[in-house]
């Protein structure tokens, strides 16, 4: 007890300390993320946790910078966390009322949140406490929304927040804990470019918060089915599931993990990020245990998520021991 109550006092001191670096850290994080992202309306909503293809050179450079940092814990900047959390998944797209193209992923992305809720995955977040709580394990999905309308690429996060809004009715949930993935059916543009990232905003007439994800469709250049970069750590029939599928899940798990415990800067202040503006789920990509059992008992190879707790105790995996599996 006394090692846990001097880790969380020595961690609320760095968090405080962190507050001078904030502004430069923010700052340089940020104009890498848009430039590299290609954002086309920087004054729109903000794409965080932006997940990149592993090998790629923003990949690479995005651990160097970690490498590079004086310490690797995550700080809290004076912002919400996710004490619940509220999924609707949204599939947008013409080619998701195609059989062969719907595959076993939306049936799939089902069973995924379904069993994300109470699942040992969803608990490497509940360390992180916020101006509003504590992040639990307490996650409901309450099905997805299928859109046959044409998609829209991901550089407009504007766009995204609209179609959400549009197929919610402007009307999120009003706990203000509403989380909307968006699964589209484009495939990812040729070159480096992110695979997923999250955001935030509010719908028009209705100041709720909501947060929101997209995911471009996995399945390779020009559609061809047989993956890209984003899809290099899984293989096709990865414990029964496509190769899309299991690519899409282990962003799911970036993504959400992220909203969770940095979900928005409303009045300015954000929740938990590192020195470098790594969120939790940005701190452990591409690092994996054995295949994790949500639930629902469905499973998955997900990556880990990042834990203060085990770097200080020196108890998890990854480069340096603070990614925790959740199996």
């Known amino acids: 007890m006394k090692k846990v109550a001097l880790f969380t006092t020595m961690v609320l001191a760095l968090a405080i300390a962190a507050g001078a670096q904030e502004t430069l850290t923010g700052s340089e994080t940020n104009d890498f993320q848009l430039q590299a992202g290609q954002q086309d309306d920087p004054s729109g909503p903000p794409m965080l946790g932006l997940a990149w293809p592993p090998g790629s050179p923003e990949y690479e ?28 998944a949204i599939f947008w797209g013409k080619r998701w009322n195609n059989n062969n193209y719907v595959s076993d992923k939306i049936q799939g992305l089902d069973d995924w949140y379904a069993g994300f809720g109470n699942s040992n995955y969803a608990a490497t ?51 203000g804990l509403g989380y909307y993935p968006v699964y589209t059916d484009i495939s990812r543009p040729n070159g480096t470019i992110y695979c ?50 299991a690519a899409l899940s282990d962003y799911s798990g970036h993504e959400i993990s992220e909203a969770r415990t940095d979900p928005n800067s409303k ?24 295949p994790v059992t949500f639930s629902n008992n469905t ?26 599996q959740g199996q």
Request: proline content about 4%; glycine content about 16%; hydrophobic content about 30%.
């Open 61 to 88: 450079q995005q651990l160097q910078l970690q490498g590079g940092l004086p310490n690797q814990y995550m700080y809290w900047h004076g912002g919400q966390v996710m004490p619940q959390t509220k999924v609707t």
């Open 125 to 175: 977040s509940n360390e992180y406490r916020g101006s509003n709580g504590q992040v639990t394990s307490n996650v409901t999905y309450a099905g997805h929304i299928v859109d046959l309308t044409q998609a829209s690429p991901g550089y407009s996060p504007a766009r995204i927040l609209a179609e959400v809004c549009n197929q919610i009715g402007n009307n999120p949930d009003p706990s």
């Open 196 to 245: 997923a990232y999250h955001s935030w905003g509010s719908c028009p007439g209705n100041n709720t918060i909501l947060q929101f994800a997209f995911f471009w469709s996995l399945d390779g250049p020009g559609g061809a089915g047989k993956g890209d970069a984003c899809t290099v750590l899984h293989k096709d029939q990865e414990l029964g599931h496509s190769l899309q599928l």
């Open 267 to 290: 009045n300015g202040r954000r929740g938990w990020y590192d020195l470098g503006g790594n969120e939790n789920g940005d701190k452990c990509l591409g690092v994996f245990g054995g």
């Open 299 to 324: 499973q998955w190879i997900i990556q880990s998520e990042w834990s203060n707790l085990a770097y200080y105790r020196q108890s998890g995996i990854g480069r340096w021991k603070g990614c925790l």
